[in-house]
Each structure stands twice: as structure tokens, then as C-alpha cells.
């Protein structure tokens, strides 16, 4: 029998579970302190809702099957289409419609280093709003993520599909052919111009006079985002989509410099995205520190997505974060949680008589907000004193018999090796007061 | 198309989930509290991890496929016998293992009124312990939830498997006849003495002559848990394993009263539960101002299921919070948070030309730990004033043209009426004093 998690699946267990429910919790105080609410939808849609959706790739990866009522069921490849589907549900949902949501997604993908067949999802959007400030606030609530985990050092890489639609219409291709030139262009860092020319030589109707203007867009080297803005119009700008495009990235830089973000922000029109999905902003972001790590943070305007299922006109933007990728880095970037379990504190269990001492003491250091664990049976202290070592737990108290009828505790601080006796209140403060040096 | 939910699932609004996000992050916290850490385990294992664990009618209730590798996959059914696996597959896992869990599970079930096919499962788990320290535990856990939450009413009503087989006993049951007979009991609260009588008289082999000790000892009536454990001493004490039970009972009420939850804990010897699971303690959960939505935490002492894939002898006692029934129990007691949607202040937006000083008034509330929504398109006033009346957001900041040249805000706090010209620095301390009225 196989005793086995399922292949392409894991288990978090404890310590890394701890310090990823505390990444988490960090995210959800961020979304909410913007002002989005979380929702919540099954793990399983009707097939219907989800086929047709994800293209034919995406229609291998799900996990789809004949529940007990013989309905044809699927398990969410993602959480924008379920949105979709509650916004087309609940007709009567007001606008603008914000919501976070944090949830694993299943593909039955290939499974990888570091790529699993659940993955949790970690998205807020906006939904009914087309606007400057809309765009930006995403932006806004993308950065701040990054300060809530205290990464320092990272780039929000913007780009406005009109500006791509643009430079498509420079080398004289639009519509299907587009997307493959943006493939090429989306490589372009990694594989250098020279391999460029030669693969975008190869797509049908290219018109190659218009690729030095291409390059000259994509290359810029100007590192101020108005300067690169200017740029980018003194060549794209007779063309009225990318003109729209560059307004609307002017008036989204002038936000988000008001809110004391711009110096994260860059913008790099060869950043492309999914773009059959995409109609406005889009945006990547990476860490100076791991570039390795690839995008930790996308997203951007879809306005044709959400209205899908109600045909309503629905404009939306939103972020993805990468929580497996962020959690990775936050590992690697050394600002994870520290904590390996939850507890201070370990009240040691000397007697099976003295557990209802040891219970009381317990009682008061959680009632003063201290995390206290009791050993929970009887056993030698050394033994006891082995565990909070090898569980990381700072502080220990052990009451014994004399302790017990004195009202105190003999306090431990492992760290320091010291021990003394004191009274509850005495331990109380001991331990806040290590908690925040001031 | 159906472009609806699931039939038998449900979505949850950004309403009524950030409650319920309020209500576990409390949860967690409690768990946390009492230094249980959580895991996380996939949503799918091999059908033969699920398989035979649930009984003829848990077998028929999961959702089991093929996946695309052709594997045998179910959905997991509940969060006990992925924690077994867990414990099998780790074998290093220092014990005693403690964890916490909060996830859905899936049963394809009879869709009724508040009964889904996804539900939330919400355990904490002690693993690797039998001692009355362990058992305690459990309730101070159980009871820190119930405190946590603001119930002041409810009673945990604690039984032990040792004081059931001895009833069975005394009507000259054993084994699987003792099922039979423990059910009908465990209804008796609800079908009266009389008909209790015909029911049981119906199994085969029942000694109706031990009927009346049994009931004697189920209907007690001392309050008094110390009285009530003399009592069934007194009729059960010839029976070993009852007198092992009272003794375990009684180190257990010692713990519980010296934690200071003596009060809650109430010993009820007709609680029966799930029996073929429990081997020890087993306690249920029932509000006092609400008893008709039944158990709302429950568990007990189940030594011989974690070992079952490693062969090892893990005892293991756990507590398993119905989440559903406390958050409409909450809901009913009026102790969830008022809170439909997280932000305190609506930033309006005046015109595109002021989205950015209304950017950089939001930054800064939010830095000063207000929760802040800007509204994010540009739109009259009052048609923003009344998107924050419907929101529930209690302030609002108007920066025109004049307040942005100036500096200030037009601060309007909308359950007083009232607005006022203020600078930012002014409207912070206004919300903040608002918050903690002292």
C-alpha cells in the first residue's frame, strides 16, 4: 500500500507551514489595510464554467471528472474564473468590486523542481473601474507587499499593451502574428539581438525596416520612467493607441510618485505578459537581489475577461503574487519568520501531581499574551529541557514541589543558561521585557 | 451554460468571509497560544491513503477519480487520516507532534439546509502522549476558543470510553452489540426512558435487569463534576475499567480546575460520540443560549488510529472545532465583527488632476495603520459619499483643489455628520481617538 503523498503533491509541515501562515498573514493585513475584503469559492465548478477558458494547454492540466451525481465537474485552475463566475451570480454585487482571494489551484502539470500539481493563489483585483487611479492602486498595494516583508530592493517592470500593439504595427503585423513577435521580444534579454532579428525574420508579413525603431524602443537605456516615457513617444508617437497608452502611463507615474512609490516603478516596454489576456497596464516584478527567481509579483488590466459570463462590460485589473516564489525568496533574502514553532514558553511537567500547578502557571503566562506550552506528561526535566532545545523554545519554567507551595517558578532561560526563582508576575515581565529591547 | 455554483457547494462574499476570516485568524491564534503550530496537507491523496478508513457509508461519500496519470485519487475527507499519513510518511517527526489544521474537506453528501459538500474542518491534534495532562490539554484548548470568541454560556461535556464499556457490561454487552446499544443511549436525552427501554430491549443478548443501574447512572443529576464521578464510583466501581476511567476523570477535572475551567467542563455519561474511534476520553460542545444547533466542538482520546499506516503505537487525542455551526452560532450571539468590509476611511477622489494628492493622503493614513480605500475613479462627491454609507466606512476625507494647495483634508465622519477642515496629522489623531474611546 502507498503510504505517499500523491505525485506532484507536498505536505507543509509545522515549521515551514508556521513561517508560511505568518507570510500570509502579512498579506491579507496588506490587501485589507487597502480596503479589500476576502471571498471565497469551492475548489470544484462545474466543467462547463472552467473549459474553453485557459486555452488548449490549460484544458489538459485540469483536473476534471464525473462526480457521484454524475455531474461534469473540475477542480479551479485559477481564481480569476471563478470571479467571473460570482460576479456573473450575484448580478446585484455593487461596484466598483474589490476582493482578495488566497487559495490553492490545481493543474496537472509535469511536476518540477519546485513546481507542484496545487499551488496556492494569491490574488486582488478590481473589478468596474477603467481608470488612471484604478491602475495605480495596484501598484500601490504591489509595493507595499514588498515593504510589509521588508524587501528593500526590487522593480515593478510596467508596460501598457498599447505600447506593444504599437511596435507590433511598426514591423506591420496585427492580430496572430502579433503574439509571436511579442514572444520573441518577451526573450529578447536573454537571447540578445542579433538571435532576435533572426527569429522574428522568420514570422510571416514582417516587415523588418521597421525593427531598428523596435529596438530602439525596447532598448532604451534611460533610467528616469518620464524620461523613458518621452522617449518611447518621440518614436510611437503618431500612432493615437500608443499616444493613449502613454498618457495613461504618464498619469499612472504621477500617482504613484504622489504615493512615494516611483522609485520601485520602471517601466520597460518589452515586458509583454499572457497578452491575449491583457488590454491596458501590465506589470512583473523581480528582486535586484534574485534575479534568478523570475517574477514575483504580475498582473495587469483585463477588461474583457470578467463580463465573460454576464456580458456585462466589466473593466478589472489585478495582482498575482508568486507566494511559492516569494516564499522561497523570503527564505533565501533571510526575512522570513524566525520561528520554527509557536511557543515562549515550555512549563515543565515534573509530577502527575503537580500538573495542576504547572496547568495554572500555564494559564496566567497565556493570559498575559506569553505562548506557553506544557510538557504533557510527567517525564525527567533534563528530558524536558532536551525538547524546548531542540524546539527552539526560549524560555522554560519548571515548578516543583517547593516551588509549587511557594508560588513561584524556577525560570530558565535557555539562551542565556541562566536559571532563578521567581514569581509568576516576575517571569511575566522577564519575558516581555526580552521581547521588545528597548 | 451554467454559469452557477457547484450544486451541494457555495460561494462565500467578501462580507460574510471576512467575518469568518476574523473569526479563524482568532482561531489560529489560540491555537498558537497554547504553542500548536499548523500543517498543511494536499487536497488529494491515493484513494487507498482515504479508502476503508470511513466505514460502508463514508466510502460512498468520496469524491474518488482518475486523475490524468490514471492515478486512484480522492479528495481528502477529513483531516485525520491525512495526519496519520503524514505521521507514517515522516517517520523522524519528534514527538510529542502537535499541529493545527484548518482547511476544507469534500463529501459528496445530501445537500440540506446548511449541510455543503465543502465544508471547513478545523483540528488540533496531540499526538504521541496518553497522559490526564494530554487529555486536559484538549479542553483548556476547547475552552480558550470559546473565551476567545466572547461565549460566556456553554458547557464541554466530558465522558469516557472506559465508563461506556462498563455500562454496556452491566447489561451483559460486549463488542458489536455494545454499538447498538450506545447509540439508543446517546438519544436518550430526546426520546425519554420509556421508549429508550422498548428500543434497547429489541438487541439481542441485553440483560434488561443491569437497565436500571445504567440509567441511574446516566440520569444523575448532581451538577457537581467531583459528586458526579462518586456517583458512577459508587455503581460502576467493582467494573476495572470504570474505575481506571474515574480515576483518569478525576486527574483531568484536577488540571482543568486549576486552569480555571472547572466551571465549563460538565461529566456526562451518556455522551457517546463515534465510538468505534474513541478509546478514552470524548467530550461535545454545547451552547447554553443556543442548543439547538448541537455540538459545536467535539472530540477525544482515539489511541489506535494515528498508528495505523506505521504500525506505532502514536496515542493521540485531538479537539475539532464545527466551524460552520460557530460562525452561525456567532452570528446568532452577536460576537462576530460588525466589520462588512476592512476599510475605515474612503479617500474621495475629486478629479484626475487630484488623484495624486488624494494618493498621497491615503499613504499616509495607511502608514499611520488606518485601513484606507481610495475611490478609484473620479466621480461626484455625493455619489462617493453614498458608496461609503453602503460600504459601512465610518470617515471620509475630501481633498479639492483648495485642501490639496492648503494641505488639509475635509474630514466628514459619517455616523455624526460631521465634517471639518483638518490637516492629516489632525484627522489621524481623530480616527485613532475614535477607535479607542477611553
Known amino acids: 500500500m502507498k503510504v505517499q503523498c500523491l505525485k506532484g503533491f507536498r505536505d507543509y509541515l509545522p515549521g515551514e507551514m508556521l513561517q508560511k501562515e505568518r507570510m500570509l498573514a502579512s498579506v491579507r493585513e496588506v490587501f485589507e489595510q487597502h480596503g479589500y475584503p476576502p471571498l471565497m469559492t469551492p475548489a470544484l465548478e462545474y ?12 484544458e489538459m492540466l485540469l483536473y476534471r471528472f464525473r462526480d457521484n451525481g454524475d455531474r461534469d465537474v473540475a477542480l479551479r485552475y485559477d481564481l480569476t474564473v471563478p470571479l467571473a463566475r460570482v460576479l456573473a451570480e450575484h448580478g446585484d454585487i455593487g461596484m466598483p468590486f474589490r476582493r482578495y482571494q488566497i487559495a490553492p489551484v ?21 473589478i468596474g473601474v477603467d481608470s488612471a487611479a484604478a491602475d495605480a492602486e495596484m501598484l500601490v498595494i504591489g509595493a507595499a507587499v514588498m515593504q510589509r516583508f521588508g524587501i528593500e530592493s526590487y522593480r ?24 509571436d513577435f511579442l514572444r520573441i521580444l518577451d526573450k529578447l ?26 529596438l530602439e524602443v525596447v532598448l532604451c537605456d534611460q533610467k528616469d520612467p518620464a524620461g523613458v516615457l518621452d522617449h518611447i513617444r518621440s518614436i510611437l508617437g503618431e500612432d493615437e493607441l500608443a499616444n493613449e497608452a502613454i ?3 504618464q498619469a499612472i507615474l504621477e500617482i504613484v510618485d504622489a504615493a512615494g512609490i516611483a522609485s520601485c516603478c520602471q517601466i520597460d516596454p518589452s515586458i509583454a505578459r499572457g497578452l491575449s489576456y491583457y488590454t491596458g497596464l501590465v506589470y512583473e516584478t523581480f528582486l535586484d537581489e534574485l534575479p534568478q527567481v523570475g517574477s514575483v509579483m504580475s498582473g495587469g488590466r483585463y477588461d474583457d475577461l470578467v463580463g465573460m459570463f454576464s456580458g456585462k462590460d466589466l473593466p478589472a485589473i489585478g495582482i498575482s503574487l ?80 517547593e516551588e509549587s507551595r511557594a508560588g513561584t517558578v524556577q525560570f530558565r532561560d535557555m539562551e542565556a543558561g541562566s536559571q532563578e526563582e521567581l514569581s509568576i508576575e516576575a517571569v511575566i515581565e522577564k519575558v516581555h521585557a526580552g521581547r521588545s529591547p528597548s
Not at 466543467?47 to 486555452?55: D, F, I, M, R, S
Open 247 to 249: 498618457d495613461r502611463m
Open 322 to 401: 508568486g507566494i511559492d516564489r516569494l516564499f522561497y525568496a523570503l527564505g533565501e533574502l533571510d526575512l522570513l519568520s524566525g520561528e520554527k514553532q509557536p511557543a515562549q514558553m515550555l512549563v515543565v511537567l515534573f509530577s502527575d501531581e503537580l500538573a495542576p500547578a504547572s496547568f495554572a502557571a500555564a494559564s496566567r503566562f497565556r493570559s498575559a499574551g506569553i505562548e506557553t506550552l506544557v510538557y504533557p506528561k510527567a517525564a525527567k526535566v533534563k528530558k524536558q529541557l532536551q525538547f524546548a532545545q531542540k524546539s527552539d523554545i526560549p524560555y522554560v519554567a519548571v515548578i516543583g514541589v
Open 47 to 58: 466543467a462547463e464554467v472552467l473549459t474553453g477558458k485557459y486555452g488548449d494547454e490549460g
Open 156 to 179: 515593478l517592470r510596467i508596460n501598457h499593451r498599447g505600447i506593444l500593439t504599437a511596435l507590433c504595427r511598426l514591423v506591420g503585423l496585427e492580430g496572430a502574428t502579433e503574439a
Open 189 to 214: 534579454d536573454k537571447i540578445g539581438e542579433e538571435k532576435f532579428r533572426a527569429e522574428v525574420a522568420k514570422i510571416p508579413g514582417l516587415d523588418e525596416s521597421g525593427l531598428d525603431k523596435v
Open 106 to 126: 490545481w493543474r496537472a502539470e509535469k511536476p518540477a523542481r519546485g513546481r507542484f500539481r496545487e499551488f496556492m493563489q494569491c490574488d486582488v483585483d478590481l
